[in-house]
């Protein structure tokens, strides 16, 4: 039984620099993996991710590492991933997030979503990033929502 | 606390009208995932760091040393205005210059380069730049040592800047316990130490590691829909 939300289009800023934190990064050419360990923040504008682990994969397909087409595949986020942006946030246990087809899946034993006062509980969050249509699945167990009246908007 | 039924939840009527507020929450959302697509350039800019300090560290074996003048002072051997050239990476040429080099004679392996200014091969075709204060090469060890800053900048924008270094020229491995701070025209990484080994296929930064992309190597994705 899953949760539909809707989470509305994603838009790029090309105007802000991204700021990544970690206590280590490792670049290991052979396995084209970039890895951030240690209380890894990654903050753009007001949108933060946290995490305790996020393993970048990229791949070189051919084209000369120097002249830059390595690009990512895929990035791995673990031990405790929190995604806050403006008044949502998003707690889970790991992520994937896959940049061919842009979904973003967070896994874990509860899977948070909160947005302003309302709370969605369950066990994987999908989000589409082009249509940025998001499903929280509860895996057999009982989604859990409590919803805050206050957000009802007015008839 | 009843829960409603799920499916007529979020997508029920009492949610038909966009109010101002899911608005500018839904913008506020927008910026959520943005950070993911911002990501796709962050491996061009790691690949790029790291490529270019693979090049220069790949392995230098002299094999020509210039001198213009050598004195004999005080046991020490000074040579004036050394030029020792070799070949890269590619079997590219380099040259290492420096002011002065002085060399004990009771210890002739070791070499105490002054004011060193080194034209290095970077495999991209690039040249790259190495300018230091001092450094101490060990000719049997095949080793570099740099116990004060030194930078390693190249045209397309690539610096480099070291408090301290030890290379191992044969094994191409680097080593610092002291801040540093590279940056390449899209990205920059800070960190307090770096070691890099086998030529540079592992680098790894250590200790209040921070990254910065800057937004110009943000392209969004052509064709995603925003």
Known sequence: QTTESRMSGLALSGDEPIQIESDLLKINEETS???????????????????????VNYTNDGGSVSSGTADIREIELYKKVLIRSGTQTATADAGNFNMADEILVLTGEKVVLTDAENVFIGCKLTVQMKNGQAKLDSCGRRVMIQLDPKSRPKQ | MTTSSVSGMPNSGSYAGRSHAEYKRALAHSRLVRLFKILLPLSAALVILAFILVS?????VPEGVGIESVVIRDGKLVMQNPVMSGEGPGARPYTMRAARAVQDLTSPDVIVLEEILADLPVSNGDQAVLNAVSGTYNRTAQTMMFDKPFTVTSENGFSAELQSANIDLASGGLSSDAPVSISSGEASVVA???????????????????????????????????
């Open chain 1, 33 to 55: 993996q970039a890895t951030f360990t240690g209380n890894v923040k990654v903050v753009q504008g007001d949108t933060v991710l946290q995490a305790g682990e996020m393993i």
């Open chain 2, 56 to 60: 220069w560290v790949d392995g230098l």
């Open chain 2, 192 to 226: 307090q130490s770096m070691q890099m080994t086998d030529k540079g296929r592992v680098i790894i930064f250590q200790d209040k590691v921070r990254m910065t992309i800057n937004p110009s190597a943000i392209k969004p994705t052509d064709g995603a829909k925003n």
